[in-house]
C-alpha cells in the first residue's frame, strides 16, 4: 500500500480556497494579505501538517547563513552587518538578508515554522537576529528545527531562553556620565531610546548609577525616552534647552538622537561644546563626521557581528556556548563636542 503523500502548497491552497501565490504569500508574513484570509491558511496549515520542504536544492551543497532584522536603514545596522559579512565570507557561507515576517504574524507558531522551514530549505545552517523584536515566536521554532541563533542586541532579553551578543550598555553609559561630571556638568539631561529596549534602559541605569555616585539628585524634568532616531533627539533637545533652567550637557543613547541634539543646538544659537555639551553611543561612522565631531560610548559593532556567527558556526558543530549571554566592552571616544560646564549666568 502506497503511503500518503506529503501535502503541498496547493493542497493548503485548496483547503484555504485561495490561490498559492495567495498562501505563499500569508505563510510568509506578507501585509497585503487579509487577517481572514490568513487565518484560513493557517488553519489549513494545522490540519494538513504541511510543512516547507528542509531539504537543499538537488546538487548544491552550498551552505548559508540568514540575517535577520526588522529595520536594516540604520548606521548602527549596516556596521554590525559589515562584521556578519566578514566572517561569513571567512568561512565560505553565503549571506542571506531577511526581513522577518510582520509582527502581527510572527507570533504565530505556524507562520513561524513555515519561515523557519524556509530558511532550511535555502541551506541555511544558523540564523542571526539583529535587534529583533518580539522574537520568540522564531526562536522556538528554530530550536525545534534544531536550527542555531543567535540574537545581537536583543530589543527585550527577559525572562528570554536565548543566546545573544551585546554590548557593556551600562558601563559604557556610566563612563560617559563620569566624563561629563568630571568636566563639572551637574544638569545633565538624558534622551533615552525606547522603554522595551533592554540595551536603552541599561544606558540609563548607568547615567542614573553615575549622578548617584557623584551625589547629584536625579531631576525627572531633565529625562526622555522616545525611539533611536534623529527626530526624536531634535525634539527633546528643543524642549530641554527652552525650560527655564536648561541642562549643561545632554547624554543621548545612541548616535543618532546625538545628531538631532547637534541640529537643533545649532538651530537656537547654543555653542557646542561652549554652551553645551553632547554625548552620544554606538560610535558609528557619522560621529566623527558631524560638526563639531562627537564624543560618544564606541561600541564594537563590527566584532559583535562577527561573533555572532562565530557562536552561531559552533553551536551548528553541536557546541554549547560558554555563556548565553556574551558582552564585548566598550570604551568612550572623546572628541570635540563635550568642554568643561558653562558658568550659570547668576553665579557670573
Known amino acids: 500500500m502506497v503511503g500518503r503523500s506529503r501535502p503541498t502548497l496547493a493542497d493548503v491552497a485548496r483547503a484555504a480556497g485561495v490561490s498559492p501565490a495567495t498562501a505563499s504569500k500569508a505563510l510568509n508574513g506578507r501585509l497585503d494579505v487579509a487577517t481572514s484570509t490568513r487565518e484560513r491558511v493557517l488553519a489549513a496549515v494545522a490540519e494538513l501538517g504541511y510543512r516547507p520542504g528542509t531539504s537543499p536544492v538537488p546538487g548544491t551543497s552550498r551552505r548559508a547563513l540568514a540575517v535577520v532584522f526588522d529595520l536594516p536603514a540604520s548606521p548602527y545596522i549596516l556596521n554590525v552587518l559589515q562584521g556578519v559579512l566578514a566572517s561569513a565570507t571567512d568561512a565560505h557561507l553565503d549571506l542571506l538578508t531577511r526581513l522577518a515576517p510582520d509582527r502581527a504574524t510572527r507570533t504565530q507558531h505556524a507562520t513561524a515554522r513555515a519561515w523557519i522551514a524556509d530558511q532550511r530549505s535555502s541551506g541555511v545552517v544558523g540564523i542571526v537576529g539583529l535587534t529583533l523584536s518580539e522574537p520568540d515566536g522564531l526562536l522556538a521554532a528554530a530550536a525545534d528545527a534544531g536550527l542555531p541563533f543567535v540574537m545581537v542586541d536583543p530589543v527585550d532579553a527577559r525572562h528570554r531562553p536565548m543566546v545573544s551578543v551585546r554590548s557593556s550598555n551600562w558601563a559604557g553609559a556610566r563612563a560617559a556620565a563620569d566624563h561629563l561630571i568630571t568636566l563639572g556638568h551637574r544638569r545633565i539631561a538624558w534622551v533615552g531610546g525606547p522603554d522595551a529596549s533592554t540595551s536603552a534602559r541599561d544606558r540609563f541605569f548607568g547615567y542614573r548609577a553615575a549622578l ?47 545628531v538631532g541634539v547637534l541640529a537643533t543646538a545649532h538651530q537656537l544659537g547654543v555653542q557646542v561644546p561652549t554652551q553645551l555639551s553632547v554625548v552620544g553611543f554606538d560610535d558609528t561612522p557619522q560621529a566623527a563626521w558631524t560638526t563639531p565631531a562627537l564624543t560618544t560610548v564606541r561600541q564594537d559593532l563590527d566584532g559583535m557581528g562577527r561573533l555572532a556567527v562565530h557562536t552561531v558556526l559552533a553551536m551548528s558543530s553541536g557546541e554549547h556556548p560558554q555563556s548565553r549571554h556574551i558582552e564585548l566592552a566598550t570604551s568612550l571616544t572623546v572628541r570635540d563636542t563635550t568642554g568643561p560646564a558653562a558658568t550659570p549666568p547668576e553665579e557670573r
Open 212 to 258: 548617584e555616585s557623584a551625589g547629584i539628585e536625579l531631576d525627572p524634568a531633565l529625562v526622555r525616552s522616545d525611539r533611536f532616531e534623529v527626530d526624536a533627539g531634535a525634539r527633546h533637545t528643543r524642549d530641554l534647552l527652552t525650560i527655564a533652567h536648561p541642562p549643561t550637557a545632554i547624554m543621548a543613547a545612541d548616535d543618532e538622537i546625538a
